[in-house]
């Protein structure tokens, strides 16, 4: 359990293409911040997976590829909590339709378990609607356990 | 790194050394392709050792469960080997643990089949 309450804020921003290079681009960004935060590597590897399956789900089912759409995506570390903002330009999804990837009719999926994971790896995990479209996603993980 | 995969014959038995990163792109089409290869020419008994595989993401589980399934279907069986404990957590969580063969020792595995 690291003591960063001597941390100031740091915050990294960046619009990103709709590639499969930003994933890469946003996990090592994530993770930078967070090994400076002081989370352990168990953490780095929850918050970095976290981080990779809601920049897919930006790159590939929101924006879908689309070369002219962005992924805008933001971390903050404020000694207390790392916080991290994705948001697509896509055309969005009903948040009640996501089938649970546990229910044994649902085991043998080949996909939809990515949401399941950043919220088993994230303390707190938000899905919102943007107008006029586009989905935001926040993660948290907090420095100190609550 | 992406992933590299190796592929052995040990009796009737294909082992395939899996390392690196099992994720959406190149690494999880690389196991596909080279699954439905071995599916291809005919090999029923195969034996994944992921041993070396330090990551896997969603699309990487959703490639092993897709193999599973073919070669389940095509009358065959692909077990498990050497999984680390982030691999084996993330199997855990799942549910797919139970799902899998999982097997820690080689010599052993290919007797199981």
Do not use: C, W
């Not at chain 1, 649970?100 to 009719?105: I, R, T, V, Y």
């Not at chain 1, 994971?117 to 420095?143: A, C, N, Q």
């Not at chain 2, 071995?38 to 090999?43: A, H, L, Y």
């Amino acid at each position: 359990m690291p003591d960063n309450s001597q941390h100031a804020t740091e915050t990294v921003e960046r619009a990103l293409a709709s590639t499969l290079d930003s994933v890469d681009s946003a996990e090592e960004l994530v993770l930078a911040v967070a090994q400076r935060a002081g989370f352990d590597d168990d953490d780095l590897m929850k918050i970095g997976m976290a981080v990779r399956e809601s920049m897919v789900n930006a790159v590939v089912h929101g924006n879908r590829y689309n070369a002219n759409k962005k992924v805008r995506f933001a971390v903050t570390h404020n000694g207390h909590r790392l916080t991290i903002r994705i948001a697509d330009e896509g055309e969005g999804f009903d948040f009640e339709s996501l089938p649970d990837p546990l229910a044994p009719e649902n085991l043998l999926r080949t996909s939809g378990r990515g949401i399941f994971l950043i919220r088993s790896f994230m303390d707190e995990f938000e899905m919102r609607h943007l107008e006029p479209g586009g989905t935001e996603v926040t993660l948290v993980k907090y420095t100190v356990s609550k | 790194m992406s992933v590299k995969l190796n592929t052995r014959q040990v009796g009737d038995v294909t082992v395939v050394d899996v390392a690196g990163r099992i994720t959406l792109g190149e690494g999880s089409s690389a196991l596909r392709d080279s699954l439905r290869d071995m599916i291809n020419k005919n090999q029923k008994k195969i034996l994944l050792n992921l041993g070396e595989v330090n990551y896997i993401d969603s699309s990487g589980i959703g490639e092993l469960v897709s193999g599973f399934t073919t070669v389940t279907n095509s009358g065959g069986q692909l077990k498990l080997l050497n999984l680390n404990k982030r691999v084996k957590d993330l199997l855990q969580i799942t549910k797919l643990y139970t799902v899998f063969d999982v097997h820690e020792d080689e010599a052993g595995a290919i007797r199981s089949f």
